[in-house]
T-cell receptor
C-alpha cells in the first residue's frame, strides 16, 4: 500500500524568503511518480512539479524545486523567494504500480508581507 | 492545449434530492478520468476513475455513482443525496495510469446538502 505523510499542518514564511514543505512517502513499487499540487482558496488543484523515482536529478519548475531523497523516501517541496500569492494549501501525492494516486493531508502555507 | 471544465461551480441541494455533476475535457482523446471528494480541511478521496467509455471503477462504497457516456465526459450522480455527501468535488484527467502520468484537475464543484 502507498502512503504519503505531510507532518506540517501549517507553515508561515516571510515574503521573499524560501520555505520547505515536507513530504515522506512509503511504497513497495520500484517505479513511481511524486507530485506536488497547490490549492488556493478558490479550490482548484494546480499541478506544480513532478519527480520520477528513477530521475537522477531533482526536478525544478521556476521557483519550485523538489528535494528528492530516495533512500529517505522524502520529496520535499522548496519554494524560493516566496510571494503573497503562494499562500495556499499544498498537497504531496504519489502514484505507483497500483495506478491509484495517493494524496497527503496537505500543508497550509501563509506568506507574510 | 487541454482544458477541463466542471459545472456547476456551486450547488445547494436538499437531502433526498438527486444530483448530477458534469465534467468535460477538451484537447485530448481517450483520457483517464477521475472523481475526487474533498471534505472541509481534509485531503482528497478518490471516488471513481474511468479508463474509457462505459468503464467505471469505484474506490469506495457510497451513495454516488459515475458514468462516462462519451470519451471526454464524466458524470457524477446520486438518486438521493445525504448530508454526508456535502463537500468539494474535483474532476481530474490524465493521459495514462502509470506513475509518470500527471493528473490535471478541474475548478471543482462545491456541494452543500441541507
Amino acid at each position: 500500500a502507498q502512503k504519503i505523510t505531510q507532518t506540517q499542518p501549517g507553515m508561515f514564511v516571510q515574503e521573499k524568503e524560501a520555505v520547505t514543505l515536507d513530504c515522506t512517502y512509503d511504497t513497495s513499487d520500484p517505479s513511481y511518480g511524486l507530485f506536488w499540487y497547490k490549492q488556493p482558496s478558490s479550490g482548484e488543484m494546480i499541478f506544480l512539479i513532478y519527480q520520477g523515482s528513477y530521475d537522477q536529478q531533482n526536478a525544478t519548475e521556476g521557483r519550485y524545486s523538489l528535494n528528492f531523497q530516495k533512500a529517505r523516501k522524502s520529496a520535499n517541496l522548496v519554494i524560493s523567494a516566496s510571494q503573497l500569492g503562494d499562500s495556499a494549501m499544498y498537497f504531496c501525492a504519489m502514484r505507483g504500480g497500483s495506478y491509484i494516486p495517493t494524496f497527503g493531508r496537505g500543508t497550509s502555507l501563509i506568506v507574510h508581507p | 492545449s487541454q482544458t477541463i471544465h466542471q459545472w456547476p461551480a456551486t450547488l445547494v441541494q436538499p437531502v433526498g434530492s438527486p444530483l448530477s455533476l458534469e465534467c468535460t475535457v477538451e484537447g485530448t482523446s481517450n483520457p483517464n478520468l477521475y472523481w475526487y471528494r474533498q471534505a472541509a480541511g481534509r485531503g482528497l478521496q478518490l471516488l471513481f476513475y474511468s479508463v474509457g467509455i462505459g468503464q467505471i471503477s469505484s474506490e469506495v462504497p457510497q451513495n454516488l455513482s459515475a458514468s462516462r457516456p462519451q470519451d471526454r465526459q464524466f458524470i457524477l450522480s446520486s438518486k438521493k443525496l445525504l448530508l454526508s455527501d456535502s463537500g468539494f468535488y474535483l474532476c481530474a484527467w490524465s493521459l495514462g495510469l502509470a506513475g509518470v502520468d500527471t493528473q490535471y484537475f478541474g475548478p471543482g464543484t462545491r456541494l452543500t446538502v441541507l
